[in-house]
């Protein structure tokens, strides 16, 4: 129990990393994949809070959220509905901004 206890926070640091992913040639730009026991509300709200010029639409029962230019989004997060809580996935759009590390700070604020 307690090597579990000591690895739990290395799982979290890892879906959390800096990684981009697959290559371009995979044609998958996921950045952030994971689930989150909090609601689809809960997490737009606080990702609304937490990053400036947070977009949100939904669509099929999704809340799509698309951070910076509403033409030109940086990142377009995807809260999908799921038993027991949301499946978020993060997409990287045109630019940065906010910067990488900013998003994914407030992706683990707001999903734990």
């Known amino acids: 129990m307690k090597k579990l206890l000591l690895l739990s926070p290395l799982v979290f640091v890892a879906a959390c990393g800096s990684s981009r992913g697959p290559g371009p040639d995979s044609g998958s730009d ?13 997490i737009a709200r606080c990702l609304d809070s937490r990053l400036s010029r947070v977009h949100a639409s939904t669509s099929n029962g999704s809340t799509e ?14 809260l999908t509905p799921s038993r ?14 906010p910067p990488e590390e900013e998003l994914r700070f407030a992706i683990a604020r707001c999903t734990t």
């Not at 996921?30 to 809960?42: F, G, I, Q």
């Not at 959220?65 to 995807?78: D, P, Q």
Request: aromatic residues 8%.
């Open 84 to 97: 027991g809580g949301t499946v978020v996935k993060v997409v990287r759009g045109a630019s940065e901004d």
């Open 30 to 42: 996921t950045m952030v994949y994971l689930s989150s026991a909090r609601t689809t509300s809960d």
């Open 65 to 78: 959220l698309t951070v910076g230019s509403s033409s030109n989004g940086s990142y377009f997060i995807t």
